[in-house]
């Protein structure tokens, strides 16, 4: 079976909850969630597919946990690994910057030569309230 590590970083615990209902919904992967601050290189190596999740802080900036992660992200790291990108934010009061962190990501991972294999997710408030996006998404994966 493949193996998808979901690398996710989360302060109120949306995204976290988000890394969870995509693990749980995607078909022919072995799933496995590691917490931004405990992933290694080999979290990396080891998958087929990774799936980046943090959410939106400041105005449009990284979760705070994920902000060494990003600035360790690398071609060494990221060349040719297949990479798909979500996260919570707030349309309503950062409409400019909404889920900005999703589009950092893509772009870092992308600039890292990785592969972007889906637009991203990008969870506005709460997640049950998105639920079927989210299944979606894990789904098309
Ligand atoms: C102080 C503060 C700043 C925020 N900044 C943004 C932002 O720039 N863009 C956005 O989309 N959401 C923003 N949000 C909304 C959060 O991203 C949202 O609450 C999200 O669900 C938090 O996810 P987490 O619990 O996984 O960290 C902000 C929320 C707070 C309280």
Redesign the pocket.
């Given at each position: 079976m493949k193996t998808a590590n979901i690398i996710f970083?989360?302060?109120?615990?949306?995204?976290?909850?988000?890394a969870e209902m995509i693990a749980n919904n995607m078909d022919g992967y072995d799933v496995k969630l590691v917490y931004v601050t405990d992933a290694t290189n080999d979290t990396v190596k080891d998958a087929d597919l990774i799936l980046y999740g943090c959410?939106?802080?400041?105005?449009?900036?990284l979760?705070d946990d994920f902000i060494p992660y990003y600035n360790n992200m690398s071609n060494k790291l990221l060349s040719g690994k297949n990479v798909a990108v979500f996260?919570?934010?707030?349309?309503e009061?950062?409409e400019d910057?909404?889920?900005?962190?999703v589009e950092m990501l893509k772009r870092k991972a992308e600039g890292c030569g990785a592969t972007i294999v889906n637009d991203g997710l990008k969870?506005d408030?709460e997640p049950s309230d998105n639920e079927d996006a989210i299944i979606a998404f894990a789904k098309s994966l």
């Open positions: 970083g989360s302060t109120t615990g949306n995204t976290e909850t988000v959410s939106t802080w400041g105005y449009g900036e979760q996260g919570c934010g707030d349309k009061n950062f910057v909404f889920c900005e962190a969870v408030c």
